[in-house]
C-alpha cells in the first residue's frame, strides 16, 4: 500500500514539475499543435502569418529558460542539434523584437524574461530589449519587465526610453516603471519622482512611488522617508517607509535616525525596527541593536531567539558586529538570564529535530528508490529528476520541519 501512495505521489508531482514551465507562459493563450517538435515551431518564426509567428513564440516559451541554460554550456556540445536548435530560436526571437505585430514583440519579450534566468550573460539582452520602437501598453509593460530581469548596477539605460515609459499613457506601464527605476542610479528620474510623491496625496500612488525609493536611496529620498514615518495617518504608507529605512541601515544617518526618534514612532513601527536588528552580524544591524539596547529598550524573544542561533553558528569565528551586540545584552542581567533561557529552549528544539530526522530516514531512502524506479521507467531526464528530488524528497514537505521553525511553531 505504501509503495503504491508512494508511486502515485511521485507520479503527481513529476507531472506538476514537468508543466511548471510551460504554465510560466500561460499568460499568453497559444495552441499547441499535435506532433509538432521544437523544430516546427522554430520554422513557424518565418511563417508570414503574424498570428502563427505569435503562436511559434509562445509553444517555444515553455522551453526558454532552458534553451538559456544549453547556450551558456560551457560544457555543452555545440554541434548537437539541441544546441542548433536553442541557438536558431534564441536568434530569431530576438530579431522579433522589431516586429511590428505588438502580440509578438510582447511574446518575445516574455521569452526573453524567462530566458534570462539561467542565461549569464544577460546583460547582453539590455540593448536588444531598448531598441524596441513598438508603443503598445502590452509591449511597454513586457519591456520593463524585460529591463527588470537584466539590468544591473552598471547597466545604462536610455534617458528618452525611461522618459517615455515612465510618462506612458497606460497606468500599469507608467507604475511598473516605477520598479525598474529603482534599480537604475539616475538621479534626475528619481528626483521627478520625489516630487510626484510630495505633490499627491493619494495613498495608492504613494505606495508605489516608494518602491521606486528602496534600492541605494539618496539623502533627500532618505529625509522624506523619515518625514513620513512620523507625518503620515496612513498605516500602509509608515509601514512601507519603515520597512525602507530599516533595508537601507547602511545609509548615511539611518541607524542614528531610527534609535533617536525610536519612542515616537508607533508600536507597530516599533516591532519592525528591532526586526531590523536581525542583520546582528553586520555593521548597520548590530549598530541599531547596540543603540537601542544601550538605551534601555526591550527586544522581544525573536531578537533574541536570531542572537541565539548566530551564536550557535561557527562559535569561534563570530564577527566583532556579533560580539559587539552578545556583550551588550550581557551586560544587562535580566536580558542574559533571557538569552540563555532561549538557548537552553532551542538546544531542546535541535535534539528533538535530530530525533525526527533519524526517524523519517528510512522512510525517505524507500520513498526516493520507488520513485526513482518509477521516473526511469517513463524515461524521465537525470536532469528533470534531480529538480522533482529537490523539490518534494525532503523533510520539510512531509512536515519534519527544521529546528527554528519547529520552535517557532
Known amino acids: 500500500m505504501m509503495a503504491k501512495s508512494i508511486a502515485a505521489?511521485?507520479?503527481?508531482?513529476?507531472?506538476?514539475?514537468?508543466?511548471?514551465?510551460?504554465?510560466?507562459?500561460?499568460?499568453?493563450?497559444s495552441v499547441a499543435v499535435p506532433g509538432f517538435t521544437a523544430a516546427d515551431y522554430i520554422r513557424d518564426l518565418s511563417n508570414p502569418d503574424p498570428e502563427v509567428v505569435y503562436n511559434a513564440i509562445c509553444n517555444i516559451g515553455g522551453d526558454a529558460q532552458d534553451i538559456g541554460r544549453t547556450l551558456c554550456d560551457e560544457k555543452a556540445d555545440t554541434t548537437s542539434e539541441k544546441y542548433s536548435l536553442a541557438k536558431e530560436a534564441y536568434g530569431k526571437i530576438r530579431s522579433l523584437l522589431q516586429a511590428d505585430d505588438p502580440q509578438i514583440v510582447a511574446a518575445s519579450l516574455r521569452f526573453l524574461q524567462l530566458f534570462s534566468a539561467d542565461y549569464k550573460p544577460r546583460a547582453e539582452l539590455v540593448e536588444p530589449v531598448c531598441q524596441i520602437k513598438n508603443e503598445h501598453p502590452l509591449v511597454q509593460f513586457e519591456q520593463i519587465a524585460a529591463l527588470g530581469k537584466c539590468v544591473g548596477d552598471t547597466t545604462i539605460v536610455p534617458a528618452p526610453l525611461l522618459r517615455r515609459l515612465l510618462d506612458s499613457p497606460s497606468w500599469v506601464a507608467s507604475r511598473s516603471s516605477y520598479g525598474l527605476i529603482n534599480?537604475?542610479?539616475?538621479?534626475?528620474?528619481?528626483?521627478?519622482?520625489?516630487?510626484?510623491?510630495?505633490?499627491?496625496?493619494?495613498?495608492?500612488?504613494?505606495?508605489?512611488?516608494?518602491?521606486?525609493?528602496?534600492?541605494?536611496?539618496?539623502?533627500?529620498?532618505?529625509?522624506?522617508?523619515?518625514?513620513?514615518?512620523?507625518?503620515?495617518?496612513?498605516?500602509?504608507?509608515?509601514?512601507?517607509?519603515?520597512?525602507?529605512?530599516?533595508?537601507?541601515?547602511?545609509?548615511?544617518?539611518?541607524?542614528?535616525?531610527?534609535?533617536?526618534?525610536?519612542?515616537?514612532?508607533?508600536?507597530?513601527?516599533?516591532?519592525?525596527?528591532?526586526?531590523?536588528?536581525?542583520?546582528?552580524?553586520?555593521?548597520g544591524g548590530a549598530d541599531l541593536a547596540c543603540r537601542l539596547l544601550e538605551q534601555g529598550q526591550v527586544p522581544d524573544d525573536g531578537f533574541l531567539r536570531t542572537l541565539s542561533d548566530l551564536l550557535e553558528k561557527e562559535p569561534d569565528n563570530h564577527t566583532a558586529c556579533l560580539k559587539r551586540v552578545e556583550q551588550t545584552v550581557r551586560a544587562r542581567p535580566e536580558l542574559a538570564a533571557r538569552l540563555e533561557g532561549v538557548r537552553e529552549k532551542m538546544a531542546k528544539v535541535r535534539a528533538r529535530y535530530v530525533s525526527m530526522r533519524q526517524e523519517y530516514e528510512p522512510i525517505s531512502r524507500e520513498f526516493i528508490g520507488k520513485a526513482r524506479e518509477l521516473l526511469n521507467k517513463y524515461n524521465v531526464p537525470a536532469e528533470k529528476q534531480e529538480q522533482f528530488f529537490k523539490t518534494v524528497a525532503n523533510p520539510e514537505q512531509f512536515g519534519v520541519q527544521n529546528a527554528d521553525e519547529a520552535d517557532r511553531k
Open 9 to 29: 505521489l511521485s507520479l503527481l508531482s513529476l507531472l506538476v514539475l514537468a508543466g511548471c514551465d510551460k504554465e510560466e507562459f500561460s499568460r499568453y493563450p
Open 183 to 283: 534599480k537604475l542610479a539616475d538621479e534626475s528620474l528619481r528626483g521627478e519622482l520625489v516630487k510626484r510623491y510630495r505633490a499627491t496625496a493619494d495613498e495608492k500612488e504613494r505606495l508605489l512611488l516608494l518602491t521606486a525609493f528602496g534600492h541605494r536611496p539618496g539623502p533627500v529620498e532618505i529625509e522624506l522617508i523619515e518625514q513620513e514615518l512620523l507625518a503620515t495617518d496612513s498605516v500602509r504608507i509608515r509601514q512601507a517607509a519603515c520597512g525602507l529605512l530599516t533595508e537601507n541601515l547602511q545609509s548615511p544617518g539611518v541607524v542614528a535616525w531610527l534609535a533617536d526618534h525610536y519612542q515616537r514612532l508607533q508600536p507597530d513601527l516599533r516591532q519592525m525596527v528591532f526586526h531590523a536588528c536581525a542583520k546582528l552580524d553586520t555593521e
